[in-house]
């Protein structure tokens, strides 16, 4: 008798352990079905799902960042991870044309270098007033281990930290990496940038979606390049790339599903936006390097 009523006693502690995790877990993270691709206006959607639900008004649903991902692909566009963040955690990735030619090592092998890192080994660098890769970042720890860091904080060459690329959106040079420092190893040999390229972090407005843009940019003064003779026979021009951002509509609505209730969200549709994503050495028509 007493070990059946101890065995129905940890029944319902797992079974009540289980029902809060699954409560918990319910409200951290909202399941939605876009019902359909095809928007309404708002109004006129809100009218049909009432008379749908027998004269009750409709509920209402705010999109999350997974809803908007699918958004952009049934739109027929990607999410591009490399240039786009939802999240601060995904602004403490480097954008990968910036990456040292020597990886950074731990004790389990290689693994990426995060910004956070870059950026505190500079300001301790610069508090010192020394170079980079005369003194380890404390923030990385014992287990790894420091390569030759060739980046310098924008203030160090001229360049202001915050530029305002709109009145919505602004954009923050993160890091530099200045001209002749090593760009690539082959065969031993090291091979050099021609033109200093900073990293940014574009910070979207709250209705455009996603919330980080990462790109490279040039010097704005530093500008010549693949020089001889004191003479420069090539120019530092940016790169770019369209990228598809999403854009909350003001008038337009989707129908989705929530818990297995329809609801209506506001629609994200697809906008536009030149990213900056590099930086190289254009050669004159009129030089012998062309």
């Given at each position: 008798?007493?070990?059946?009523?101890?065995?129905?006693?940890?029944?319902?502690?797992?079974?009540?352990?289980?029902?809060?995790?699954?409560?918990?877990?319910?409200?951290?993270?909202?399941?939605?079905?876009?019902?359909?691709?095809?928007?309404?206006?708002?109004?006129?959607?809100?009218?049909?799902?009432?008379?749908?639900?027998?004269?009750?008004?409709?509920?209402?649903?705010?999109?999350?960042?997974?809803?908007?991902?699918?958004?952009?692909?049934?739109?027929?566009y990607d999410?591009?991870?490399?240039?786009?963040?939802?999240?601060?955690?995904?602004?403490?990735?480097?954008?990968?044309?910036?990456?040292?030619?020597?990886?950074?090592?731990?004790?389990?092998?290689?693994?990426?270098?995060?910004?956070?890192?870059?950026?505190?080994?500079?300001?301790?660098?610069?508090?010192?007033?020394?170079?980079?890769?005369?003194?380890?970042?404390?923030?990385?720890?014992?287990?790894?281990?420091?390569?030759?860091?060739?980046?310098?904080?924008?203030?160090?060459?001229?360049?202001?930290r915050t530029?305002?690329?709109?009145?919505?959106?602004?954009?923050?040079?993160?890091?530099?990496?200045?001209?002749?420092?090593?760009?690539?190893?082959?065969?031993?040999?090291?091979?050099?940038?021609?033109?200093?390229?900073?990293?940014?972090?574009?910070?979207s407005p709250?209705?455009?979606?996603?919330?980080?843009?990462?790109?490279?940019?040039?010097?704005?003064?530093?500008?010549?390049?693949?020089?001889?003779?004191?003479?420069?026979?090539?120019?530092?021009?940016?790169?770019?790339?369209?990228?598809?951002?999403?854009?909350?509509?003001?008038?337009?609505?989707?129908?989705?599903?929530?818990?297995?209730?329809?609801?209506?969200?506001?629609?994200?549709?697809?906008?536009?936006?030149?990213?900056?994503?590099?930086?190289?050495?254009?050669?004159?028509?009129?030089?012998?390097?062309?």
């Amino acid at each position: 008798m007493r070990q059946s009523f101890v065995l129905v006693l940890l029944f319902c502690c797992l079974f009540y352990s289980v029902e809060v995790q699954s409560r918990r877990r319910s409200k951290r993270e909202t399941f939605h079905v876009i019902i359909s691709n095809e928007t309404l206006p708002c109004v006129k959607m809100a009218e049909m799902l009432r008379r749908e639900n027998g004269g009750r008004p409709p509920r209402w649903t705010q999109l999350n960042d997974e809803d908007k991902k699918e958004i952009l692909r049934m739109r027929g566009y990607d999410f591009i991870r490399s240039l786009m963040g939802t999240s601060g955690r995904d602004t403490d990735l480097i954008f990968d044309p910036l990456l040292p030619a020597q990886p950074l090592t731990s004790k389990t092998g290689t693994r990426p270098l995060l910004r956070s890192e870059i950026l505190n080994q500079l300001q301790s660098d610069r508090e010192l007033n020394d170079t980079v890769s005369s003194h380890p970042s404390p923030s990385l720890g014992e287990e790894a281990t420091v390569p030759h860091l060739p980046y310098v904080v924008p203030e160090d060459i001229g360049l202001n930290r915050t530029m305002f690329r709109s009145s919505e959106f602004v954009t923050t040079v993160d890091y530099c990496v200045p001209r002749s420092s090593t760009m690539t190893q082959m065969d031993g040999v090291n091979y050099l940038r021609m033109c200093t390229a900073c990293a940014t972090t574009t910070s979207s407005p709250s209705d455009f979606w996603p919330a980080y843009l990462y790109g490279v940019i040039c010097h704005s003064d530093d500008v010549s390049c693949l020089y001889e003779a004191d003479i420069a026979f090539g120019r530092c021009v940016a790169t770019g790339m369209s990228v598809m951002m999403l854009r909350k509509s003001t008038d337009l609505c989707l129908l989705v599903l929530e818990n297995g209730q329809k609801m209506i969200a506001q629609d994200w549709s697809p906008t536009q936006y030149q990213l900056s994503i590099g930086c190289e050495c254009a050669v004159s028509e009129q030089s012998r390097f062309r």
